[in-house]
């Protein structure tokens, strides 16, 4: 019988040396739960592609990126996220990124996204155009310090359940622009 890969919390956590992963080859189809700090402060991490990265059984994304000072980019197109609860801090501290498209990441779910942002002060480009957030609960210090955002398009989130969403653009200086949902 062949037994699967069912928890990689903190699988990488604290690997400050590695650079690249390779999971073209990894099975990741029984991965549930959380996936929380998978590559937690994995400061020279400088690009990663989970495209083929199994994501339908996850709750848990927080702390995923958080503190990969190197990450340049990331992709994350993949369509079947649909039981994320949890994005909590997930890019907190992504120094170095520049470009994020999350237009596939499904949001439907999705109850904590406070801090998801915080100090991705390099960040030019955000697409979070198809987030849609009927159950968000906090938001708070999403966009802490995005000093480079300029627009962001909040157009599609629903902010009906949220309580919180205090110092949610704080210190993003150069943004001129934010869409609000209707």
């Given at each position: 019988?062949?037994?699967?890969?069912?928890?990689?919390?903190?699988?990488?956590?604290?690997?400050?040396?590695?650079?690249?992963i390779?999971?073209?080859?990894?099975?990741?189809?029984?991965?549930?739960?959380?996936?929380?700090?998978?590559?937690?402060?994995?400061?020279?991490?400088?690009?990663?592609?989970?495209?083929?990265?199994?994501?339908?059984?996850?709750?848990?994304?927080?702390?995923?990126?958080?503190?990969?000072?190197?990450?340049?980019?990331?992709?994350?197109?993949?369509?079947?996220?649909?039981?994320?609860?949890d994005?909590?801090?997930?890019?907190?501290?992504?120094?170095?990124?520049?470009?994020?498209?999350?237009?596939?990441?499904?949001?439907?779910?999705?109850?904590?996204?406070?801090?998801?942002?915080?100090?991705c002060?390099?960040?030019?480009?955000?697409?979070?155009?198809?987030?849609?957030?009927?159950?968000?609960?906090?938001?708070?210090?999403?966009?802490y310090?995005?000093?480079?955002?300029?627009?962001?398009?909040?157009?599609?989130?629903?902010?009906?359940?949220?309580?919180?969403?205090?110092?949610m653009?704080?210190?993003?200086?150069?943004?001129?622009?934010?869409?609000?949902?209707?």
């Amino acid at each position: 019988m062949e037994k699967k890969v069912k928890c990689v919390i903190c699988l990488f956590s604290l690997c400050e040396d590695i650079y690249e992963i390779d999971f073209s080859h990894f099975d990741s189809s029984s991965i549930s739960g959380a996936i929380s700090s998978m590559f937690n402060r994995c400061s020279s991490l400088i690009s990663l592609d989970l495209s083929n990265f199994n994501l339908s059984q996850v709750t848990h994304t927080n702390y995923l990126f958080n503190k990969c000072y190197s990450l340049t980019s990331v992709n994350l197109s993949n369509k079947d996220a649909t039981n994320i609860l949890d994005m909590q801090s997930m890019f907190s501290s992504c120094i170095s990124l520049k470009f994020l498209d999350l237009t596939y990441f499904n949001t439907l779910k999705v109850k904590f996204m406070n801090y998801t942002f915080y100090n991705c002060h390099s960040l030019i480009s955000l697409n979070l155009y198809s987030f849609n957030t009927p159950q968000l609960l906090a938001a708070e210090y999403m966009f802490y310090n995005c000093s480079k955002l300029t627009l962001l398009n909040l157009s599609s989130f629903d902010f009906s359940q949220t309580t919180d969403i205090g110092v949610m653009f704080a210190r993003c200086v150069s943004l001129k622009t934010v869409i609000f949902p209707k």
